[in-house]
């Protein structure tokens, strides 16, 4: 008889469906791995916050990086310390990626969103970052740049997490750069990687009742909450006749459907630890639903709005727009300005 401890650790029991820890803090990430999770994440937005969290933690290594460093520049110290939290995390994590031989159990650490337009920036930091630790996956923008080096990063052996990903269009680019790369590394007898691509859930959501607002739109709210849930399913359904290798993650949680519409697919789930908790007290029943279509009445209401077209149908942009996409200009915006937020923390150490 499975030891099934909450509804999230059933999932992990007994069906495909993974989830991650969606932080690197260091007492989230222990608990979320008690119940089953297989991997955590960073962002400069998510690296401010456990700086703000648990500074009694950090500030001690702060200041003994700002000393042994006169001559490091706040950005430095910054990257520095970034990449100690994800290896930090990666600690944790060795077990799940040695039990699954290097499917599961990395840690992501994202590039520096400054370089969303420069592939070749992407590219370097993100080779600087493989070489780390095994277990590192590399985070990097959905954008025109991002396409062209998350291709040449899956060549040269990167395990790539696609991010700042909202739509269909963005999920199948993916799909197909990271198919090329994989093919160029087969073509040399080179091993198997396991990449994901993040579709940023919970921010389509937030994207598309902005522009509801904006437009003042009549739509039933209860459709709104399923937004970016019918993106999600629709790049499912078409990553599985494609056969791609790449792997979908749902990220930016609001609601239960973000994680319950999902069980069963087999995807994986990025979930902050608040919700891991708020989930692992429901009473939500663990059944398979990421079969299940988002009802016909909602799509109706959703495809009277052109940004969720745009982003639901297969060619609804083309990659030259996805920098431009709404929420992607959004999703920019707070992660630099997250980065802004997490330098001046040091900047206060330093100065």
Same mark, same amino acid.
């Not at 960073?42 to 703000?52: Q, S």
């Not at 990553?239 to 792997?247: D, Q, V």
């Given at each position: 008889?499975?030891?099934?401890?909450?509804?999230?650790?059933?999932?992990?029991?007994?069906? %495909?469906?993974?989830?991650?820890?969606?932080?690197?803090?260091?007492? &989230?990430?222990?608990?979320?791995?008690?119940?089953?999770?297989?991997?955590?994440?960073?962002?400069?937005?998510?690296?401010?916050? !456990?700086?703000?969290?648990?500074? &009694?933690?950090? %500030?001690?290594?702060?200041?003994?990086?700002?000393?042994?460093?006169?001559?490091?520049?706040?950005? =430095?110290?910054?990257?520095?310390?970034?990449?100690?939290?994800?290896?930090?995390?990666?600690?944790?994590? =060795?077990?799940?990626?040695?039990?699954?031989?290097?499917?599961?159990?990395? $840690?992501?650490?994202?590039?520096?969103? %400054?370089?969303?337009?420069?592939?070749?920036?992407?590219?370097? /930091?993100?080779?600087?970052?493989?070489?780390?630790?095994?277990?590192?996956?590399?985070?990097?923008?959905?954008?025109?740049?991002?396409? $062209?080096?998350?291709?040449?990063?899956?060549? /040269?052996?990167?395990? !790539?997490?696609?991010?700042?990903?909202?739509?269909?269009? /963005?999920?199948?680019? !993916?799909?197909?750069?990271?198919?090329?790369?994989?093919?160029?590394? =087969?073509?040399?007898?080179?091993?198997?990687?396991?990449?994901?691509?993040?579709?940023?859930?919970?921010?389509?959501?937030?994207?598309?009742?902005?522009? !509801?607002?904006?437009?003042?739109?009549?739509?039933?709210?209860?459709?709104?909450?399923?937004?970016?849930?019918?993106?999600?399913?629709?790049?499912?359904?078409?990553?599985?006749?494609?056969?791609?290798?790449?792997?979908?993650?749902?990220?930016?949680?609001?609601?239960?459907?973000?994680?319950?519409?999902? $069980?069963?697919?087999?995807?994986?789930?990025?979930?902050?630890?608040?919700?891991?908790?708020?989930?692992?007290?429901?009473?939500?029943?663990?059944?398979?639903?990421?079969?299940?279509?988002?009802?016909?009445?909602?799509?109706? /209401?959703?495809?009277?709005?052109?940004?969720?077209?745009?982003?639901?149908?297969?060619?609804?942009?083309?990659?030259?727009?996805?920098?431009?996409?709404?929420?992607?200009?959004?999703?920019?915006?707070?992660?630099?300005?997250?980065?802004?937020?997490?330098?001046?923390?040091?900047?206060?150490?330093?100065?």
């Amino acid at each position: 008889m499975l030891d099934k401890k909450s509804p999230l650790h059933e999932m992990t029991l007994t069906t %495909k469906t993974e989830f991650w820890n969606d932080s690197c803090s260091i007492p &989230d990430l222990k608990y979320a791995i008690l119940y089953g999770a297989v991997g955590a994440t960073t962002n400069p937005v998510i690296v401010g916050d !456990v700086l703000k969290k648990d500074m &009694d933690s950090y %500030k001690d290594e702060i200041k003994k990086m700002i000393n042994d460093m006169p001559k490091a520049t706040e950005d =430095e110290i910054g990257w520095l310390l970034n990449e100690s939290m994800a290896l930090s995390g990666a600690k944790l994590l =060795e077990n799940a990626y040695e039990k699954s031989q290097g499917k599961n159990g990395y $840690i992501s650490i994202q590039t520096n969103t %400054k370089y969303f337009r420069n592939e070749e920036k992407i590219i370097e /930091q993100a080779l600087h970052f493989n070489t780390l630790t095994k277990n590192i996956m590399v985070k990097m923008p959905v954008t025109e740049a991002g396409i $062209i080096a998350i291709e040449e990063c899956t060549y /040269q052996g990167i395990t !790539v997490n696609a991010t700042v990903s909202f739509s269909v269009p /963005q999920a199948i680019a !993916v799909g197909e750069a990271i198919e090329r790369g994989l093919n160029r590394r =087969e073509k040399e007898g080179k091993p198997m990687l396991y990449p994901v691509c993040t579709i940023m859930i919970g921010r389509v959501d937030d994207w598309i009742k902005n522009v !509801v607002a904006d437009e003042k739109l009549v739509i039933d709210p209860d459709a709104l909450e399923f937004a970016g849930i019918a993106v999600f399913k629709n790049a499912y359904k078409i990553y599985k006749e494609k056969k791609y290798r790449t792997r979908l993650l749902a990220a930016a949680y609001r609601n239960h459907h973000h994680w319950s519409e999902f $069980i069963g697919g087999d995807v994986s789930l990025t979930i902050p630890s608040k919700f891991i908790r708020m989930f692992n007290t429901s009473d939500i029943a663990c059944i398979p639903r990421m079969d299940n279509p988002v009802e016909e009445r909602k799509l109706i /209401q959703l495809k009277k709005i052109k940004d969720f077209n745009r982003a639901f149908e297969p060619d609804g942009m083309e990659p030259k727009e996805f920098n431009t996409f709404g929420a992607t200009r959004k999703t920019l915006m707070q992660f630099l300005n997250g980065y802004d937020e997490m330098i001046g923390i040091i900047r206060s150490f330093m100065v």
